[in-house]
């Protein structure tokens, strides 16, 4: 974040910066105070128009309009749509990390049901976005690629470090690891599948059917790949 | 095909035409199975470049100049270097399809494991091609995206035609359905881990070890979705 705001407040646009020119120095601490605000308005605006639209129909014009700033000013914070766009996925990734972040003095099982509450909750909440993020081009942009690696590999260390700790006997084995990696992909494709079936009106199971799913499907995976593991069974 | 064949011949570079317009309508026979020909000819040039490095990394100077041709006569085959990207991806999924489709006189379970085993050769064999399809862009390019879609979609038909009848009481369930789908993500996520181990040199599981996780996984989950939709499970 440090760094961000420095960039920023190098490259101020020149309307800023006319008539500033002596008191720079002394305002300075008040001018990073307003990129940072700004920013984090341009952001909050990014998630709710991201959020609600495909990519391609989101209007940098209409958020610039909504921000009451020029889209050029916009564009100095975010040189590109793809930079806005990667900034707002950035925050999204965090919020659902921090929602999805359960009491851990509570049982491993309901921590694991409370946490899939929080995530479906929060897919449910964003479809458009969810599905935007899932379904369009995660790799052609490194770095929303990167910010959903790291998501995934957040929930895989969760998984590995609290909740599946003592169910699974060798977790840092590569089979226990790609067991893993495989319900994230098993959540990610169930989870945009039921969100698809609201939006189109199809016949869509509960929110309650669908954490059970995730929840007995990933149980099941640690139980047999823990079964797997142990130096009785033949390889 | 025909289709394709018929709007390539209306379309072809002037090259062709000079010095063949009086005999045009008694050589069509003729250029049409050259147009099949080249098609061909590039779409297989184009598995193998798109299959061994990235997208990006495709050079159509390189796949032209393997063919013999000019660049610009590629481009009237396949417009952008996108459209010729789908037109492989669409041969590839043809093959994967017909490759995974394995005797359907064998018990469901050897079936299951034989079409796995194919599935995860195929993958390794093509590792790159298929790292490439998953993490870049799939959705990006509409056409890409639904030739994904149609794949995974004529495997969970399998699964539910075939493999899975008779286990699954009520495959037409939004649940069942949500859970194929979700297998579906699983068995992607966890090839593709799979090849990307592989690639990075670190510790990886062998295919059998994989095709037991896909195949437990899968049956895991028939099993448990049947016993939730038991009338006798309370809801």
Known sequence: MASVVAKTSRRQPKTRLRGARGARDAREPRVRLDVDERRAQLVELGLTHFGERAYDDVSIDAIADAAGISKGLLYHYFPTKRAYYAATVKEAASRLVAST?????????????????????????????????????????PEIARIVDETRATFIDRLTSGFGQGLMPALDSPIARLALRGWVGFAE????????????????????????????????IVRSTAA????????
Chains 1, 2 share one sequence.
């Open 101 to 141: 972040d359960t009491d851990d003095s509570a049982p491993p099982l309901e921590r694991l049901h409370a946490g899939l509450d929080a995530y479906l909750g929060y897919v449910k909440a964003h479809a458009k976005a969810y599905a935007t993020l899932m379904r369009s081009g995660v790799g052609v942009d």
């Open 228 to 235: 797997s593991l142990l130096p009785s069974t033949p390889t």
């Open 189 to 220: 494709a169930a989870s945009l599948g039921w969100v698809e079936s609201i939006a189109e009106g199809l016949p869509a199971p509960s929110q309650r059917e669908v954490r059970e799913l995730l929840a007995s499907t990933l149980m099941e």
